[in-house]
């Protein structure tokens, strides 16, 4: 996306790529990773997406357009997520998903996009104009005529409708640029002040804006509800990607932690560090489970029609949470829960509402 004449021009599938990297004009190449859809094929999505949206009738056509091809990005992205989310209310559930595309778009820049980190650097900034321009556009139509991105304009609509404040995205996209240029955190509170605020916790301020309270005086309890939620899912989403993480050139556990097993140079490979790498891990899930229990207490700050889908969320999470404590295998396996225990954990009898979900586009 580049700024041009006032106009924000949509995802382009320029620049180098390839299946092991990419070469950039400065900075290291990334890692090997699995794509799951190509940059080419992100600019695509949003090419037709925005021409059906343009076309369509009215605000409330272009918007449901929008959130259908979302809704596509969430079922092929995270099975987990979007399972929890189809016990939302329609509404809502719309909402959710158009929160989601706008936050794996930015996600994917950092982690599966092969260019440089100036590359990476580069698109993050021309999203972030793109969602300012959004911002002061009146409606999804005009957002598109003015070339912002499909999943900008509905998230900048969600935006102005929950009356999210503008500067928790604007704190996402800083965490995103800390995974380009990435730096070590010296305690817990140094990694969630300094990271896990913008990748997760604003996030859930999002979903906390859409879902609402019961009552005005009960959404400070939400937004805390929120924040706790968002901790735990994210030092989960760090435990169990430990080796990957610094494949990537990132440590996400904390220095003071590895130094009091007398690590001062983490390698998540060395056999040598293994007992203490799965004691610092053992550690942070006990702590995690804490944040899981915290947000769990305050579930009825939220109306009563988002809590079946935010407890669904703790109770499949914070599984794998359970399951990476107690695993024998080490950092180097990256564990995952089978689609058989998650549903264990979901309410019994909104069961029907899953293969209807998986059938509808």
Known sequence: MEKDNKQIVAPTTTGTTGTTGTTGTTGTPAPAVTEVWSREKWALIDQETKKRALAADSEKDAWDVLVRQARLVLKTYSTSFFIVTRFLPPEKRARVEAIYAAVRYPDE???????????????LDQWSEAYESALNARSIKESLVYGVPSFIASFAHVVREAKIPHEHYRSFLDAMRLDVWPRKFETLDDLIDSYIYGSAIVVGYFLAYVYGS?????????????????????LT???RDVAEDQRRGRVYLPQ???????????????????????????????ITENYYDSALADLDAFNRDSRVAIRACIDVYRQLNSQIAVSPRGIQHRESVPMSRKFRVLPASKYWKLPLAYLRP
């Open 256 to 286: 003071d932690m590895l130094r009091s097993e007398g690590i001062t140079e983490m390698d998540a490979a060395h056999p040598d560090q293994q007992p203490a790498l799965n004691r610092v891990l053992r550690t942070l899930t006990a």
């Open 237 to 239: 989403n760090f435990l």
């Open 109 to 123: 820049i950092v982690d599966t996009f092969r260019m440089s980190q100036v590359q990476k650097t580069r698109l």
């Open 214 to 234: 019961p009552k005005p005086e009960d959404f400070d309890r939400a937004l805390k509800s929120a924040r706790d939620l968002g901790i735990a899912l994210q």
